[in-house]
């Protein structure tokens, strides 16, 4: 039996969003010396929002 090395990415797709620029600048400030991009922000938030939404529902 072979050994294989498996994937640790998520299966991910690509959806395109406009933000408004000063929520970028934003966005940006706060990332800056961190080891996170700006796709891994934004992600984080959403997750962020998208529990504590389900929080508030209980």
Do not use: W
Not at 5 to 19: A, D, G, M, Y
Not at 23 to 43: M, N, Q
Request: charged share 35%; with cysteine.
């Amino acid at each position: 039996m072979a050994f294989h090395l498996k994937s640790e990415r998520k299966e991910t797709e690509t959806k395109t969003i406009r933000f408004p620029v000063p929520l970028i600048e934003r966005i940006e400030k706060a990332i800056v010396g961190k080891e996170v991009s700006f796709s891994g922000f934004v992600i984080q938030a959403c997750e962020y929002a998208l529990d504590n939404m389900e929080k508030d529902k209980k």
